[in-house]
């Protein structure tokens, strides 16, 4: 049942714009494989072929790990509403780092200048394979609104507090790798 194509088409522009939320799946050629849910309101598509989303801190920077050690990175959608469909997108991906002129430049064009406190990279997915599959076995589940504890958390710890986290928690994974979290490039 499953399909593949090379570029994302129409129907899963469609479908991507209709997501609430996203999973990221990286590892790097040892250690533990990273698979982490995401909220799509920092999520872009550039083209038929490339993806972005701003990374909000988190309790760990595995898929910056991941991808300084290895670019392998796996984007995957299920609908959890309406019919169902599974997709996945395999590719490259790369960190953006926050002191680096194009994450300036994206920030300012895809967000109107704008980042949620705690914004601590971006990530870019160059994908060369889109595969769908029928998801049949994903339940149905009913959208209510994001979660709040993220920007009170950030609130909280204030831009300080945020970069002495990053500090002490997201400098290296689960697996001594090194995120690169502080790189000008």
Request: negative net charge; glycine residues 8%.
């Amino acid at each position: 049942m499953a399909k593949q194509f090379p570029a994302l088409e129409s129907h899963h522009h469609r479908f991507i714009a209709a997501q609430h939320m996203f999973f990221t799946a990286s590892a790097a050629p040892t250690g533990h494989v990273n698979v982490s849910p995401r909220s799509t309101d920092m999520f872009r598509v550039l083209g038929d072929n490339a993806v972005l989303y701003l990374d909000r801190t988190g309790s760990g920077n595995e898929t910056a790990a991941h991808l300084k050690a290895d670019s392998r990175l796996t984007i995957m959608f299920c609908a959890v509403e309406g019919p169902p469909l599974i997709m996945r997108l395999y590719g490259q991906g790369r960190v953006i780092h926050r002191a680096s002129d194009e994450y300036r430049h994206l920030l300012a064009t895809l967000f109107d200048g704008n980042a949620p406190l705690g914004a601590r990279q971006m990530v870019r997915l160059d994908f060369d394979l889109v595969q769908t599959s029928c998801g049949y076995g994903v339940p149905l589940f009913d959208y209510k609104d994001e979660r709040p504890q993220m920007d009170d958390w950030a609130r909280a710890k204030g831009v300080d507090g945020i970069e002495a986290y990053w500090r002490e928690k997201n400098q290296v994974s689960l697996d001594g790798f090194p995120t690169g979290l502080f790189e000008e490039s």
